[in-house]
Structure formats: C-alpha cells, structure tokens
C-alpha cells in the first residue's frame, strides 16, 4: 500500500490502531448454505461463504487476512449492538443514546457523540481505523411542524424517511403536504425504492414522514420558529473546528474512545477466536 492511499485512509477513518488475534478455526462452506445454519457465524469472501463453525460437508482452511476482517468487523457490529449502541451502517457509524448531546431544540433534532469505524488491512496487519464523529437525527415528524407553526405550503421540496425517526436512510423526496379526504394532513411523496408496475408517488400521513436529518434543513425550521439557535455552530464546536488544538484534541477524543471500547466491547470471542485490539494508535511512516 502506498503512501497517498494510507494518507487517504487516515483523512476518512482517522487513527488506527492494531487488532490482535489468537486461535481460531476457519471451515469453507458448500455454494448451498443452509437455512440451518447460524447465520451469525458465516461470511461471505470472494463468491464463497466461510464459518467459524464446523457443519456437514464444510472443509476446515487456512483463513487469511480478507476472511479474518468480514469476521472481526461482523462480530464487532454485532458486540457493539448486545452493548447498546445504534449502528448506522450505511455509514458506518456507531453511537450511545446516553451520549446525547443537551442543546435546547431536541424537539426538533438529537446529535449524538459517536464515532465511524472501519475494519481495514493496513501493511498486512489487521487495524480498527476510528474517529469521533456527531450523529445527527431529525425528531419532528412534518405534522409535528406544523403544529409548531411551520405552514404547510413550506413543508415541500426535500427528502424524506418515513415511520419513526430511527428509520435509516431516506425514502423518498417530499413533493407536497395538504389536507387529505378525512381532513387529516398527508403528504404526497416520490419515492426513491422504485417497485415495478407500483405507482411512483405515495400519499402518507404528515405524521409519519419525518425530513432528511440534514443540518440547513433543520436550521430552516429553527429559524421558522424564530430561533436564531445555530446547528451549525453546535457542530463546528463539537467537532474540534474552533479549537486552536483542534488535531490534539479530535486525537485525545480517539483514545477515550479506544479505551471505553476496550472496556466494553473487547476482546471479541467466537468461535476458538480472541480478538483484542492495542490502546496505543499505530505510527504511519512516510
């Protein structure tokens, strides 16, 4: 691996830190994996599926350091979410309820402290690449809006989820909001998982569709309800960007993080595995 592409891996993942394995078995899977079979302990590598079990006509192998990493980053998500927190994995991000961050606007939005995580190979050695990160979420359903006082004819032209405010991802772009046949508020939205020979656009009560947790769209409602609270600036503080020892701090938040997973999610056990992971971050040479 070259230098630019470890450089690249540091500006998306932020500092890495060693994972140590011990033990463990690797069994290849026949192409038909049976419904029997504990999904928790397979993975998929290269077109063939590989479990830390052993099964009927499975083949005990030589695991190298790709199948070891759908391993550990499994089962990493899979501690991380027995321990409480909420994955994003679109994005691979993770966070704690109780990290919460009090601000006076969590009717309109929660941000959380949390962190996004890659389990990567970096000069043949398996690493944990993790860095603070604000997880923001939209708590207003568009019904909650208005009745707050945003006007209808201004809820329109942005993306949307539906449901509950935990769906991940958006669903669809918001196109209108009216009253409905039964005088209830709904709102006509284009949805973005096409379904063949369904119609394009749905018609969905106002509340449960809740707009795109986007930090200017959210600023928008804030200011429509005549508060010059600033997301922006929350965020910006939050994330190191006002500090004058910015790096010194976003580093030392990384450590807190390594330690308090350390303490909490590791070392990972499955299977004859131990996976620990080092407090110390790795050095990257150029």
Known sequence: MTSINILDLYER??????????????????????KTVDQDAVVRFMGKFYSYKPYKNSSKTQPNLGILQRFIGKQFEKKLAA????????????????DEVNQPHQDIFSLFKGFVYRILTLEEKLSLCIDPHLILQANCSI????????????????PVRYATPENIGIDGYLIDTF??????FVCKVKKYRKVENESQEEII???????????????KFIAGLGSSYSIIDLQRRLSFLDSATASR???????????????????LKFGDFVVNVKAQPIIIKL
Request: proline share 4%; net charge negative.
């Open 143 to 158: 019904y909650d809006l208005m009745q707050k006082g945003i006007p209808a004819h201004e809820l329109n032209d942005f």
């Open 205 to 219: 009560s106002a509340d449960r569709v809740y707009p795109e947790s986007r930090p200017e769209l959210l600023q």
């Open 179 to 184: 009253k409905g046949s039964q005088e209830e």
């Open 13 to 34: 993942f932020g500092n890495f830190f060693e994972i140590d394995y011990q033990g463990g078995s690797i069994y290849l899977l026949g192409d038909d994996v049976e």
């Open 83 to 98: 321990k409480g927190y909420k994955l994003r994995k679109w994005g691979y991000c993770a966070y704690r309820t109780e």
């Open 249 to 267: 701090d976003r580093f030392l938040a990384t450590l807190d993080m390594i330690a308090r997973l350390s303490k909490e999610v590791f070392p």
